[in-house]
């Protein structure tokens, strides 16, 4: 699949977040990881504009979850930064109130932040290189936007608390000890052929964000099993499948294709003339797309509309057992 179809999709789920005032996730371009693999490890600064872009205006410490895209051997896979905030709840805290980071976290929050590789075909990309490389571009963007008096930021933030106590700033590192990362292969719904990684990745990331959990943590262990999803929102997720094999089905994710196909259609209807023979041809395959969206079962299925019609086919199973 085309990183320009992937990144429009990511934008319009982007944009549907903002719509509901949502603005907890944060979404990296398809070229960021490669552009951030060629970065030299070392300190960056102000003349390093390819790396300080993709985050221009946006404090990406105010989010809970970061969206990484990964793509290398013709593979996709993803990389989700969850509550990279919570680096401050490793380090000396500020002689003053404590500061809020992202949305608040209860007692039973993370206490650290936290790196998931979602990978469909599992063993395809090695993700220690990319922890590592996300490690250090978090080290850095923390170190700029803690020293950068032009933007408010929660690294900013945390600096002038202990500078306003006149207390020595201490230094931040995202080690793999701070900030682990665990590979979610073995838990997740996995393609069965070669083609479809690229509807995982979007899969992956339309459920989960849409689950919108209070936070995510690994609980005892650095192992797949050990992460906990916390308090997704009930019309999204179910608290016993978010993350697991049970998720999705492959048979959902497949029909992605074609829901993606009709939403590019549907932004080109908006481009074209109504003269122009191509409208009536588009028109045409968009409205028999829209005649199947009470036909469950043979379109892809949003997670909410996901969520309720699993829920009734559960329900009929249970009931025709009983019987």
Not at 82 to 105: T, Y
Not at 156 to 177: D, H, I, M, Y
Request: charged content about 20%; aromatic content about 10%; proline content about 6%.
């Amino acid at each position: 699949m085309c990183a320009a179809a992937i990144m429009l999709t990511l934008r319009c789920l982007e944009l549907e977040l903002l719509q509901h005032n949502n603005h907890r996730h944060h979404f990296f371009n398809t070229f960021f990881l490669k552009m951030l693999q060629e970065a030299p490890l070392k300190p960056y600064n102000d003349n390093d504009s390819r790396l300080m872009k993709w985050t221009k205006g946006v404090d990406i410490f105010q989010k809970d979850y970061i969206y990484v895209p990964i793509h290398g051997g013709i593979h996709w896979s993803l990389v989700l930064i969850c509550h990279p905030s919570a680096i401050i709840n490793q380090l000396l805290q500020p002689p003053v109130k404590k500061m809020a980071a992202g949305r608040a976290l209860s007692k039973n929050g993370p206490d650290k932040p936290l790196m998931l590789h979602l990978d469909s075909l599992s063993g395809t990309h090695d993700p220690a290189p990319i922890f590592q490389k996300l490690r250090w571009y978090l080290e850095q963007e923390w170190k700029w936007r803690m020293n950068n008096a032009m933007e408010e930021s929660v690294p900013r933030t945390w600096k002038n608390s202990f500078l306003a106590a006149g207390v020595q700033v201490p230094e931040v590192r995202f080690s793999k000890q701070m900030l682990p990362g665990i590979s979610m292969a073995s838990r997740l719904p996995q393609q069965d052929d070669s083609v479809d990684c690229g509807l995982f990745l979007l899969s992956y990331i339309d459920f989960f964000s849409a689950a919108d959990p209070m936070y995510v943590l690994a609980a005892g262990g650095l192992d797949s099993t050990d992460v906990i999803v916390a308090s997704p929102k009930p019309e999204a997720a179910n608290p016993s499948t978010i993350m697991s094999k049970l998720w999705f089905s492959k048979q959902n994710t497949a029909r992605l294709r074609s829901h993606m196909l009709v939403l590019i259609s549907k932004l080109m209807l908006g481009t074209l003339p109504a003269h122009d023979a191509r409208y009536h041809r588009i028109k045409s395959a968009v409205e028999e797309y829209d005649k199947m969206l009470n036909i469950k079962g043979y379109r892809y299925l949003r997670p909410v509309e996901y969520l309720a019609f699993q829920t009734e086919q559960d329900a009929q199973e249970t009931m025709c057992g009983g019987h």
